[in-house]
């Protein structure tokens, strides 16, 4: 199995940075695509930043000031958030797809993060 630990949300003012991270552990032989998605009270969970190899996605809300990264020898995912806005309210989640050491593939979630960013 694979298990997510995620850490680093918080509440900040408008205009403030956080930095989440999502650790992946367990029975991990590759991991394909990592990243995070958010969901707000009353809305579906969206796809926030992904990174797979060398490229990445995002949002067209967090363009510019998100910034996904990864650490393949950490096996960890981190999502940078600058000039957060109350909109970016919400529970984080990291996501972690692969292949197990059994050559099973895989995708797990972490137990969310929550951010609240006050105006």
């Known amino acids: 199995q694979v298990q997510l630990v995620e850490s680093g949300g918080g509440s900040v003012q408008a205009g403030g940075s956080l930095r989440l991270s999502c650790a992946a552990s367990g029975s991990i032989f590759s991991i394909n695509a990592m990243g995070w998605y958010r969901q707000a009270p009353g809305k579906q969970r969206e796809l926030v930043a992904a990174i797979r190899g060398g490229s990445t996605n995002y949002a067209d809300a967090v363009k510019g000031r998100f910034t996904i990264s990864r650490d393949n020898a950490k096996n960890t995912v981190y999502l940078q958030m600058n000039n957060l806005e109350p909109e970016d309210t919400a529970t984080y989640y990291c996501?972690?797809?692969?292949?197990?050491?059994?050559?099973?593939?895989?995708?797990?979630w972490g137990q969310g993060t929550q951010v609240t960013v006050s105006s």
């Open positions: 996501n972690v797809g692969g292949t197990g050491r059994t050559w099973q593939p895989y995708s797990v």
